[in-house]
């Protein structure tokens, strides 16, 4: 049997992009998974075929930067055309999970990582965590660490206000990224 | 002196439109307070004179309906369409407080709140709490008691989902509403 | 193969505990799937043999009491007393839920589910949703509509501040916690 | 005329300790202001004098560590305890703020900020945001930037888990904590 998994991001000026493809190549390392990743603005024409790949994948993994202390506007606007799936339940007991970028270290990140929970609640599916240790937290840890940002519910990663998408978010946030996405898929094998 | 109080909001269907004109109503009653109401579609327009109003305002209430566990798309424009003002910290110390409408009774309500008080708090404003304790909560209570949702962070109201706005939100969660403004434009006044 | 669920819960004045007798139900009455159910208490002796139980379990429920807006202060301590099994990750890949109760319709009840969905991602568990559409958001809806609080991340309910334990929560809130012990219990079979 | 901050802290290793230190110091540090510190522990006994203090303060302020993603238990002790006052809403129109310490650069600060900003909601006290732009986010950036971290609620401080609070919070993170306190101070005064 195949699994796919689907990675529905925003990105504002491609940091979140760029995260998004680092969860797409831990999703697509995964034998017998096939991942696809669908920039938000595909799903704003409710014709778009983008709405069927959903439809059809075992697992989504959403993710967008977090601007002035929550999800994306254009995110919302995603997760607002999904309403009528949502009166229908029709992604129930799919797998989901979340990430986000900002400028700051902390940035009120936790807040854009619950509120991905939450819809996803709302559509009855099964959240999947990070499931990593936090790094960078002891006089021995650097900012090289995996999960150096200390997040639980889903991957938070940082990239400079001044620099562009090719310097950031950093490298270890990119593998922390890289590691969700491994664990989604696999997790989507495990639930079958 | 006078002080101004502005009421921004969004509404999809008309029930957050009238939370928000009890919410100015509360501001209004208040001697020596002029309210203003703004609905957000006026500001994302960059040059909208509504913009000047709010630089002006001694404080600000947002409001807007929770959408699938979280701020309409619409108010996360307006709010990211702020960052040039955040960037400035041109609103620092106005008083900032925050109402919620939406379908069920409590439908992730209180994230919506925390989503704009954060916004508050990355402006650097000082947040009114709605200061009114939980209704509805006894064997003696009703759904007809002032904050019969047991909300804290601000006002919450509940609007069945298929009816229009003349039935809905209840009186009770209006009159809420306007308890919240006429704190906030009491305390506008307190801060000076 | 059979399955274990463990309910660990504290209640300060018996409402919790019949609602965490209800989930309990909820999720014996699934097949192959024994539950248990532990009063937090029993996990302030570190030498407990309930510990042993919830190491044991395929998915742990967790509940209590939001009081002063999040988790009951004997809840956080049981929280606590398991950060040596977080040390060793040691409960990764077990499943979680959550419930909680309070004496308003809302009252700040989401906080406590994030903060426990959020103290179950730092154990690396899976996060299992209530799943349940909001019920009592229409002109034909009743509090006894399943699920009528409209929550979301796990199962909420409401018990009247003036009345004991035999009067509250509402059966619509002990069936919704029926339920979501039985999706719980259904869920451990099917991630195996 | 003069004014009272109260800083009530719990700190299970000394680090908090320090930060509520610092937050002390800033207010202290405003004319017309005296500022007192009480750890949690002095008032799990309802007759402690520091009651009094509280019930006298103009400004409390309130810090604890983040364990397993929430506040700690003790001060959750604490907020249990203050349920009298909130029954009489004793401490109205107080103005609160928070702040939290804990071994991760994230580790889940904004549930425990989130959940005593909630917590002085109850109470209809008035917050006091951080009121710092965050700091570390761009090419020049540094962790000795002040708010570093890039909290925006209440101000966070991050101290290595392998060192002792001689060594931690970080330096920024104390300076940030005072401007916390100075800014509480400050409000206090115009609050009146």
Redesign the interface.
């Given at each position: 049997m195949s699994y796919t998994v689907c990675v529905v991001y925003h990105s504002g000026y491609g940091h979140t992009a760029r995260q998004a493809e680092a969860v797409s190549e831990g999703a697509g390392s995964v034998d017998g998974v096939t991942c696809s990743t669908i920039p938000v603005e595909d799903l704003f024409d409710s014709e778009s075929a983008s709405w069927a790949t959903l439809d059809g994948a075992n697992a989504i993994i959403i993710g967008c930067p977090t601007?002035?202390?929550?999800?994306?506007?254009?995110m919302?606007?995603f997760?607002?055309a999904?309403?009528g799936r949502?009166m229908e339940?029709k992604w129930?007991?799919k797998l989901a999970a979340g990430f986000t970028n900002?400028?700051?270290?902390?940035?009120?990140?936790?807040?854009t990582l619950?509120?991905i929970?939450?819809?996803?609640?709302?559509h009855?599916?099964?959240?999947?965590?990070?499931?990593l240790?936090?790094?960078?937290?002891?006089?021995?840890?650097s900012i090289e660490d995996l999960n150096?940002?200390?997040?639980?519910?889903g991957a938070?990663a940082?990239s400079?206000?001044?620099?562009g998408p090719e310097?950031g978010p950093t490298d270890a946030d990119l593998k922390t990224a890289t590691a969700l996405g491994k664990r989604v898929a696999e997790?989507a094998k495990?639930?079958?």
């Open positions: 601007y002035m202390g929550s999800p994306s506007s254009a919302k606007q997760m607002e999904s309403s949502w339940q129930a007991d900002s400028g700051s270290q902390n940035g009120d990140k936790q807040n619950v509120d929970a939450t819809f996803a609640a709302q009855g599916m099964v959240w999947i965590n990070l499931n240790m936090p790094g960078n937290n002891s006089s021995g840890g150096r940002l200390g997040a639980s519910l938070m940082q400079n206000v001044d620099q310097h997790s495990r639930w079958g």
